[in-house]
């Protein structure tokens, strides 16, 4: 909070690896130009096991909340989708 109140803005927080998360000003792009950046350095600099999401989040300081600003899916190192879709058929009985 202390960030967005210094820059006077909101935030996109990028989950770099479990070692490293990257905070930036909501002005420095929009969140889909961001989350390609992440699963690009995902995909060619982070360990698997390292590895958070491939999403980008966004931190309203007025509101002092954070939520989710993509729907990235995340990828294995093959570029196939690593998990179920989020969205399922109301017809289908279950999972």
Partial sequence: HELAESLESDLYILPSSVHEVIAVSSDMGSPEM??????????????????????????????????????????????????PPLVYDAKEKSR
């Fill in 34 to 83: 961001l989350a390609q950046m992440v699963v690009e350095v995902n995909m060619q600099e982070v360990s698997l096991d390292e590895r958070l999401s491939n999403q980008v989040y966004h931190y309203d300081k007025d509101l002092r909340k954070l939520t989710l600003a993509t729907d990235t899916p995340n990828k294995r190192l093959d570029g196939i989708v690593a998990e």
